[in-house]
Nanobody, 115 residues
Framework: QVQLVESGGGLVQAGGSLRLSCAAS????????MSWYRQAPGKQRELVAT???????NYADSVKGRFTISRDNAKNTVYLQMNSLKAEDTAVYYC?????????WGQGTLVTVSS
């Protein structure tokens, strides 16, 4: 059974930091491209950051320089370090695993940034 379990969300003041984690099971983690998406209220889900098996990261322009995605293949876990948080970063953050045509999602973790 495939599971992606996010954790680390919560309430933080603007300018603060949070670290999200996504623990994967039931997949060959090291072969999957791992991504973080987010969906703010009333908006479409958007890609935040991606890290493929090779480790070349990619970020949305809105988070470049503030967020860092990383992975630990030994722990089957992907992380999102979020610094200098802004009110507009408030959203439900979802973990995504993709390999070939297969895509899996976590249940999401809520990040609320107060201004």
């Amino acid at each position: 059974q495939v599971q992606l379990v996010e954790s680390g969300g919560g309430l933080v003041q603007a300018g603060g930091s949070l670290r999200l984690s996504c623990a994967a099971s039931g997949i060959i983690f090291r072969l999957n491209t791992m991504s973080w998406y987010r969906q703010a209220p009333g908006k479409q889900r958007e890609l935040v950051a991606t890290i493929p098996p090779g480790g070349n990261t990619n970020y949305a322009d809105s988070v470049k320089g503030r967020f860092t995605i990383s992975r630990d293949n030994a722990k089957n876990t992907v992380y999102l370090q979020m610094n200098s948080l802004k009110a507009e970063d408030t959203a439900v953050y979802y973990c995504n695993a993709q390999r070939l045509s297969l895509e899996r999602w976590g249940q999401g973790t809520l990040v609320t940034v107060s201004s």
